[in-house]
């Protein structure tokens, strides 16, 4: 089984270039690991949205930090933004939609909120990167490439699967 090969670690102040920043530096890290052009897209979407929840809702205005991390493990791409605020607390000054944590989870293959034990939010996104075929993928694939050869299938045999 891999282990870990490569991480990011940085630490940004909470303001909002600290967006753009940890955006920028997540889908970079994303495509360097090997995320498909969609998932690097996906990634920069969440790491928007939980970047931008720490930058809005974690200090309340005050400066602190927010800390970004993202690993590839086990052909898996695992993604932490973390803030020492006060936590998940709804805002009466900021009575928006909500809608950021709900696109995470559309984007992304898993995600968790947690509360750390130091205080403070964390979010955890993970995605599922595309790893080598293995021989049997890789000889469906040519099966399937020679009973296309000219558009012939006989219309009684079963759809091809699609291979993703």
Not at 46 to 64: D, K, M, P, Q
Request: charged share 25%.
């Amino acid at each position: 089984m891999q282990s870990v090969v490569e991480n990011l670690n940085e630490t940004f102040e909470a303001t909002a270039d600290a967006v753009a920043r940890a955006r920028s530096r997540l889908a970079d890290f994303a495509a360097a690991v090997g995320a498909t052009d969609s998932q690097t897209d996906a990634v920069r979407l969440a790491a928007s949205e939980a970047v931008t929840n720490s930058v809005l809702h974690a200090y309340r205005g005050e400066a602190g930090p927010v800390y970004v991390s993202a690993a590839l493990v086990s052909g898996e791409l695992w993604i932490q933004i973390a803030d020492d605020g006060c936590g998940l607390k709804p805002r009466a000054d900021r009575p928006g939609l909500g809608v950021g944590l709900g696109l995470i989870s559309q984007v992304s293959d898993d995600f968790a909120i947690v509360c750390r034990a130091s205080g403070g939010t964390e979010v955890r996104i993970r995605f599922h990167l595309p790893g080598p075929e293995t021989p049997e993928q890789t000889g469906s694939r040519d099966r399937q490439r020679r009973s296309d050869i000219g558009g012939r299938r006989h219309p009684s045999s079963p759809a091809p699967a699609s291979i993703a």
